[in-house]
């Protein structure tokens, strides 16, 4: 199956920075990739949709202005959390798409403190 | 709006044994694909099977096989002759069809499953 890649794997940073998370497609090209949010025994809830070339599409209550994603080519996508806060501590996860499929990134956690 | 829904929050079966992890799912598009994936313990989302709406047959994929009835919109994964390692977090996913925005898949709230030895 196709490969993404997330980095990094885990981040702890102090509130009030930023946090740059990166998620590549290795082997396919990606117009669209996906981020993902997941707190500790919930599931995966959709953040936003990152379109290569134009601006992202953000879920209902997600603060773009905090959450600032890139697509600037066909196989990278980024997820900046901005002045971060100890409640934005949770486990990101981007997907590409191959066809019908969803590929996952391995997940980044991020703790504030 | 679309719905998944998983009303199993946590299922035990014994090693070897099968087990039925439970789906439903809401929509009004025709066209939709329905997908299992397992998350275990390190957080990685693996992706286990993919059922199409129009799909007339069941889809397997080895010990995996995905119980598909639409008129019930339900979408149960089935596992066969269950393994240790198979304990870990089960997602039902939904991904609508495309319309301006292209695909969003929408996930179920997971079942853990524990496989006693």
């Known amino acids: 199956g196709a490969v993404v890649s997330q980095h990094p794997s885990w981040v702890i940073c102090k509130s009030g920075t930023s946090v740059k998370i990166e998620c590549r497609s290795l082997d396919f090209q990606a117009t669209t990739m996906f981020w993902y949010r997941q707190f500790p025994k919930q599931s995966l809830m959709l953040m936003a949709t990152s379109n290569e070339g134009s601006k992202a599409t953000y879920e209902q209550g997600v603060e773009k202005d905090k959450f600032l994603i890139n697509h600037a080519s066909l196989t990278l996508s980024t997820l900046t959390v901005t002045s971060a806060h100890p409640e934005d501590s949770s486990f990101y996860i981007c997907?590409?798409?191959?066809?019908?499929?969803?590929?996952f990134g391995q997940g980044t956690r991020l703790t504030v403190v | 709006a679309q719905k998944i829904t998983q009303t199993q929050p946590g299922m035990f079966v014994q090693e070897k044994e099968a087990v039925t992890l439970d789906c439903t799912y809401d929509?009004?598009?025709?066209?939709?694909?329905l997908f299992w994936y397992k998350q275990p313990s390190s957080g990685e989302m693996i992706f286990l099977i993919y059922?199409?709406?129009?799909?007339?047959q069941n889809a397997t994929e080895g010990r995996y096989s995905l119980n598909f009835q639409k008129a019930r919109k339900s979408a149960n994964l089935v596992i066969s002759a269950s393994q240790l390692g198979d304990s870990a977090m089960y997602f039902c996913?939904?991904?609508?069809?495309?319309?301006?925005?292209?695909?969003?898949?929408?996930f179920g709230a997971g079942t853990r499953l524990f496989v006693k030895a």
């Open positions: 929509t009004s598009d025709q066209s939709y694909g």
């Open positions: 059922q199409g709406s129009y799909d007339e």
């Open positions: 997907s590409g798409e191959v066809n019908t499929e969803a590929f």
């Open positions: 996913a939904m991904r609508e069809a495309p319309n301006t925005g292209g695909f969003k898949t929408i």
